[in-house]
């Protein structure tokens, strides 16, 4: 989640907007940037890492996770959460699905991201949680990012949760259609054009090493990890 991170430190006016898709090669924790390790997480063999955002532990491995920075965002968290949720919910729309926003109030202690949906987040018309995101502010610049859970490892998720993992999506999202139905919305809702080409630099190994996927920008698209499997 370092290229995350770094996606903000390549804002420009002629890159005001970057656009980042991926996935993860093994099942994976990634712990919110403030959060202590939940005691019933210590100690179990999977691999975990630390977001630049808050939140709770996220599940990865059955997801697909997408990464958004603005250069000139809307003011406000609020806002700029419900305008990014706009953007994801006609994407899901467009499958077939409708997603709303969550109405719990954020409570502190929860283990795991998707043990509650606040208005930061996406649950479907049975109020079952299908997107968590969080974000980090910088300077102005705000970088949104967040777990859309296609089809979460159930027994895993059992396992460290003592919860029941989120039914799998349909079989229309899977991961390659969905991503090719946000980046059209996104061309639609933010940039109005077609994206070219954009050369991402090359990454340190440990950040390349449990990711893959895509990016964009206002004015480009192009891999950016090295490719899954």
């Not at 159930?154 to 139905?181: H, I, K, S, T, Y």
Request: with cysteine.
């Amino acid at each position: 989640m370092g290229l995350d991170r770094w996606m903000l430190s390549q804002l420009s006016d002629e890159q005001p907007v970057l656009l980042r898709f991926y996935q993860w090669q093994q099942p994976t924790l990634s712990l919110g940037h403030h959060q202590s390790t939940p005691p019933r997480l210590e100690g179990l063999n999977i691999p975990m890492v630390r977001r630049p955002t808050g939140g709770a532990a996220v599940l990865h491995g059955g997801d697909l996770c997408y990464a958004i920075a603005l250069a000139q965002p809307p003011r406000g968290q609020r806002r700029a959460y419900r305008l990014l949720n706009q953007w994801l919910q006609a994407s899901f729309a467009q499958l077939g699905s409708a997603l709303i926003d969550g109405s719990s109030e954020q409570q502190r202690g929860q283990q795991h991201c998707f043990a509650q949906a606040t208005g930061a987040d996406l649950v479907d018309p049975l109020g079952i949680k299908r997107i968590g995101s969080a974000q980090l502010w910088q300077r102005g610049r705000l970088l949104q990012h967040g777990s859309i859970q296609l089809q979460p490892p159930a027994q895993l998720w059992q396992e460290l949760f003592d919860e029941p993992a989120p039914p799998a999506l349909p079989e229309g999202f899977n991961p390659e259609r969905l991503q090719e139905v946000l980046l059209q919305q996104v061309e639609q809702w933010l940039l109005g054009s077609t994206p070219n080409q954009l050369a991402w630099p090359e990454e340190p190994e440990r950040l390349a090493a449990i990711t893959s996927g895509n990016a964009a920008t206002v004015s480009a698209t192009g891999p950016s990890d090295k490719p899954k499997g």
